[in-house]
């Protein structure tokens, strides 16, 4: 399979005053085309950095990060800005809708930033909302809105989806249907997921898991047989 994404030996440090503290200790990974990944580890450990980092949001302060053989270590701000505009979609733990715009309008606003993007009635009806098309946030549950904002992420047909804690607002049960939307992404799609989360049955859906511990990574594991969202139970 090819390698959509490698860093090697990745560390960052923040500098606040005189006090330095080095949150990503050499980190070295890969990610396949197509894969389902999840990052899992303890608040500190150093997930939400390390996604940073991947999604283009900042540079490490040493080691290499290529996607597609592009050194993005080495990129410049504009080239940051193309890379997260073109290639990469975010989710986050809140949904950040407009208020005032309805759900299809959310996702119009992202369609219009992308040079080629899918087509805004058949994302909604993909994530489950083609009939909520005009509806308001505050008219649409918890687990809707964060639907939305999958839908958002994805009109613009991202190489890489990148969720931080994408359920942790969410209980169970609309949890899963979350998950449930985001493997179907990856499989109709072909749609390389990165899953942040400290929750280790979310886990069990991904074909690998990244462990990471005090801003090292202590393990890599493969799932044989991923479980299917409905599966899960926390």
């Not at 909520?132 to 505050?138: I, T, V």
């Not at 918890?142 to 890489?160: S, W």
Request: aromatic share 8%; hydrophobic share 40%; charged share 20%.
């Amino acid at each position: 399979m090819t390698i959509l994404l490698e860093g090697k030996g990745i560390r960052k440090t923040f500098i606040t005053g005189t006090v330095e503290t080095e949150v990503l200790k050499g980190i070295d990974f890969q990610v396949l085309q197509g894969e389902f990944i999840v990052v899992l580890g303890y608040s500190g450990s150093g997930k939400t950095t390390l996604l940073n980092i991947i999604g283009g949001m900042m540079l490490p302060s040493a080691g290499e990060l290529y996607y597609k053989e592009q050194p993005l270590h080495e990129a410049s701000a504009a080239e940051l800005t193309l890379y997260r505009r073109n290639e990469v979609g975010f989710v986050f733990q809140h949904y950040n809708l407009m208020p005032n715009l309805t759900a299809y309008e959310n996702v119009k606003l992202a369609a219009e930033l992308a040079p080629d993007h899918l087509k805004i009635e058949t994302v909604l009806r993909d994530v489950g909302l083609g009939s909520l098309a005009d509806h308001f946030p505050s008219q649409l549950s918890g687990g809707e809105q964060q639907r939305v904002a999958i839908a958002r992420a994805i009109v613009k047909k991202p190489a890489l989806l990148l969720c931080d804690e994408p359920t942790g607002a969410l209980d169970v049960q609309t949890g899963i249907q979350v998950f449930k939307v985001l493997k179907r992404l990856n499989q109709d799609y072909r749609m390389t997921i990165l899953v942040i989360t400290h929750n280790v049955e979310v886990s069990k859906m991904a074909n690998r898991v990244f462990y990471l511990k005090d801003g090292a990574m202590e393990r890599v594991t493969i799932n044989e047989q991923p479980l299917a969202p409905e599966e899960l139970s926390w």
